[in-house]
C-alpha cells in the first residue's frame, strides 16, 4: 500500500553531518505526518523528531539545536539534516509516515521504513 525508501545514512566522524530522506509512495493515501525514529543497541526506540505536513515540528531533547527536519509535501518525502554528530547518535534511523485513505478518515495508519544506519565514530 505505502512504502518509505530511507537514504542518507552512514559512516561519519564526531562533528560531521548527514542529511537523511525518506520518500513515501502509494495510492490514495493522505499524509497528515511524518517523521524519524532511531534506535541504538540494547535501547528501545525513540523519537528524533517528527513533523506534520502543515509544517508543524517538534524535536527530542538531543537533537535540539543540532537536527532540522523538513517536508516536501508535494513529493511526499522527509529530511532530516543532522549537524554536529555525536557518536551517541550512532542508531538504525526508522522513517514514518501517519495518514489516511479517503476511504475512512477517521483511520490513521501507520508505516515504517526499513531503517538506515548512521555511525559517528569518535
Known amino acids: 500500500q505505502v512504502q518509505l525508501v530511507e537514504s542518507g545514512g552512514g559512516l561519519v566522524q564526531a562533528g560531521g553531518s548527514l542529511r537523511l530522506s525518506c520518500a513515501a509512495s502509494?495510492?490514495?493515501?493522505?499524509?497528515?505526518?511524518m517523521g524519524w525514529y532511531r534506535q541504538a543497541p540494547g535501547k528501545q526506540r525513540e523519537l528524533v523528531a517528527r513533523?506534520?505536513?502543515?509544517?508543524?515540528?517538534n524535536y527530542a531533547d538531543s537533537a535540539k539545536g543540532r537536527f532540522t527536519i523538513s517536508i516536501d509535501k508535494p513529493k511526499n518525502t522527509v529530511y532530516l539534516q543532522m549537524n554536529s554528530l555525536k557518536p551517541e547518535d550512532t542508531a538504525v534511523y526508522y522513517c514514518?509516515?501517519?495518514?489516511?485513505?479517503?476511504?475512512?478518515?477517521?483511520?490513521?495508519?501507520?508505516?515504517w521504513g526499513q531503517g538506515t544506519q548512521v555511525t559517528v565514530s569518535s
Open positions: 514514518k509516515a501517519a495518514g489516511t485513505y479517503s476511504s475512512s478518515l477517521v483511520v490513521e495508519y501507520l508505516y
Open positions: 502509494g495510492s490514495r493515501f493522505r499524509l497528515n505526518e
Open positions: 513533523i506534520t505536513t502543515g509544517g508543524s515540528a
